[in-house]
């Protein structure tokens, strides 16, 4: 079967990626089709730097986009106004309770210029099978017993790739980017792999890397031991973020 100037997934190896300096110039990215979302080809992949993306009806698709973009664990940039906000916040962020819940908030999501979701009901399965098995987390953000915000993503040793984040209040999202900032910058995890670039991330502190550097790095990153299991922090006062994160 052919789909794309690309190669194909054997079905019985899901370590077998071919090197992600083979992905297309356009579209930007696109590396391999096929395979499946099981739990060794998904850890495969993002202990590559590569992810899945597509949408409902297509195989799966595998990418690793140049330039990368990412955040500096330390640096993720809320603004004055919003930090000023957050001392008066109630709010309060946890790790880690209810994963299938973000996963699900997150795929009904509204995207501009997007209709519909990638975060399909196999992505959703695929990544609590993820979850199930510690590799993959979510940050979440409550206002008392409302979930408010949150964000998850897969880790690998000390890498991690954020997958998608959500607000049903507005600041939910950065909250949690903010709060998944500052607990991995504690245990010495420098990144965040944000995937691609939009002027919402950017403003928030993300910067571009050539894929080269971006690879280099991430494979020392996945080498090094990482948190595997749930991840159990204490829950954080959301107003706590207000002197943790840069103007």
């Known amino acids: 079967m052919s789909y794309l100037p690309i190669p194909a997934l054997p079905a019985d190896r899901p370590e077998a990626f071919p090197p992600a300096e083979r992905a297309l110039d356009e579209p930007n990215g696109l590396l391999a089709w096929g395979g499946d979302l099981s739990p ?3 850890l495969a992949a993002y202990s590559r730097g590569i992810f899945p993306w597509y949408s409902e009806g297509q195989p799966p698709l595998w990418w690793c986009p140049d330039p990368r973009t990412v955040f500096d664990t330390g ?3 809320l603004s004055s106004r919003f930090r000023r906000g957050l001392r008066r916040s109630p709010w309060q962020v946890r790790t880690d309770t209810c994963f299938d819940a973000v996963v699900a908030a997150c795929a009904r999501a509204p995207r501009p210029g997007q209709n519909g979701t990638w975060i399909t009901p196999a992505m959703c399965a695929a990544y609590g099978r993820l979850h199930q098995l510690g590799h993959a987390h979510s940050i979440e953000v409550f206002d008392g017993p409302r979930l408010v915000g949150g964000l998850y993503g897969v880790a690998v040793g000390q890498a991690f790739s954020a997958e998608s984040m959500f607000s ?9 980017l903010a709060a998944l900032g500052h607990w991995l910058a504690s ?4 990144w965040i792999d944000a995937q691609v670039a939009n ?5 928030l502190g993300a910067r571009e890397l050539p894929r080269a550097a971006f690879l280099a790095r991430w494979a020392g990153l996945v080498a090094a031991p990482g948190r595997p299991g749930p991840w159990r922090e204490t829950p954080l006062p959301a107003a706590r973020l207000a002197d943790v994160s840069i103007a």
Do not use: N
């Open 187 to 190: 245990w010495g995890w420098p």
């Open 75 to 77: 640096a993720i940039r």
């Open 40 to 42: 060794a080809r998904l």
């Open 199 to 203: 002027p919402h991330l950017l403003g």
């Open 168 to 176: 049903a209040e507005s600041g939910g999202s950065k909250v949690a």
